[in-house]
């Protein structure tokens, strides 16, 4: 399948779960899972880089319609998109998995805890992001790093079912022909 069409098919099913199954889950009146932001996580690694930022502010708006907080959830999704090439830089030598394999992934990252280091910083700088955005304070620090902590291991949980569920077949790549 072309990677266009198989992007926009991830984009609108992530973005319905999310909306219509996941916002409905509460645990304890603080904790929503987050699944929606999986679609920026498995984005290629070459993706450029505008229109990575164009792609999660398109995310973020789309679910945010759904939502009484416009912008907060695009502000996340940006922030999140920004910081991703980065942490890959930081993750993956530069002569690593991004010439040998398209898209993260268990396999492309080198195995499941480099993986789990990549999916972890990434939700965890969303989650906190978007939480100052919709409390706007920190008189109780505690509550938010609660929040923010449990959050990401609920989003982390769900999208590592998620991977395990769905596995994506992706074909190393070589230098010869």
């Avoid at 070459?46 to 789309?62: D, K, S």
């Avoid at 991004?98 to 492309?108: A, C, L």
Wanted: charged share 10%; proline share 4%; net charge positive.
């Amino acid at each position: 399948m072309n990677n266009t069409i198989k992007n926009i098919l991830r984009f609108f099913l992530l973005v319905s779960v999310q909306v219509f199954v996941l916002d409905k889950v509460r645990l304890h009146q603080m904790l929503t899972p987050y699944l929606y932001m999986l679609f920026i996580l498995w984005l290629p690694f070459r993706i450029n880089r505008t229109v990575l930022m164009l792609l999660a502010f398109v995310l973020g708006m789309t679910v945010d319609s759904f939502r009484h907080h416009p912008g907060f959830h695009a502000a996340a999704c940006v922030f999140m998109a920004y910081i991703r090439p980065f942490v890959i830089n930081v993750m993956i030598p530069q002569e690593g998995a991004e010439t040998n394999y398209d898209e993260p992934s268990i396999r492309s990252m080198g195995g499941v805890l480099p993986y789990v280091i990549y999916l972890s910083t990434l939700i965890l700088i969303h989650h906190m992001w978007l939480f100052i955005l919709e409390a706007w304070q920190f008189s109780d620090g505690w509550y938010f790093l609660i929040k923010s902590l449990g959050a990401t291991i609920l989003s982390l949980a769900l999208i590592l079912i998620t991977e395990l569920l769905f596995s994506r077949n992706q074909r190393f790549k070589t230098n010869t022909i």
